[in-house]
């Protein structure tokens, strides 16, 4: 299994990954294929983004605090050979991302 990630056009992330149930699981990064649904964590932090549902959050594990991210999806296409997610994350500006999950 293979994950990218764009930024505004821009490649950013890249990982190889293997199948466990419906988790498509890339290290620190898990894609949750029902769900459609993103983990991403490690010591200090966990993004949390359910895309079915455009809803976002943070948590900073150090501070015990989640704070909520906007989140606006724009398409959710899935086929037999993977998924293509793109959305934006609305901060300071707009981040356009794509999200790619190939089997």
Same mark, same amino acid.
């Given at each position: 299994?293979?994950?990218?990630?764009?930024?505004?056009?821009?490649?950013?992330?890249?990982?190889e990954?293997?199948?466990?149930?419906?988790?498509?699981?890339?290290?620190?990064?898990?894609?949750?294929?029902?769900?459609?649904?993103?983990?991403?964590?490690?010591?200090?932090y966990?993004?949390?983004?359910?895309?079915?549902?455009?809803?976002?959050?943070? *948590?900073?594990? *150090?501070?015990?605090?989640?704070?909520?991210?906007?989140?606006?999806?724009?398409?959710? *296409?899935?086929?037999?050979?993977?998924?293509?997610?793109?959305?934006?994350?609305?901060?300071?500006?707009?981040?356009?991302?794509?999200? *790619?999950?190939?089997?």
């Amino acid at each position: 299994m293979i994950l990218n990630l764009y930024k505004n056009g821009k490649l950013v992330l890249t990982a190889e990954g293997t199948l466990q149930g419906d988790e498509a699981v890339f290290g620190n990064i898990v894609y949750h294929m029902v769900d459609n649904t993103l983990i991403r964590q490690d010591a200090s932090y966990k993004y949390l983004l359910d895309f079915k549902n455009e809803e976002a959050e943070v *948590e900073l594990k *150090e501070y015990n605090q989640s704070l909520p991210l906007t989140i606006k999806v724009l398409s959710i *296409e899935v086929s037999d050979k993977g998924h293509k997610i793109s959305y934006n994350i609305e901060s300071e500006q707009t981040i356009e991302n794509v999200l *790619e999950v190939f089997f």
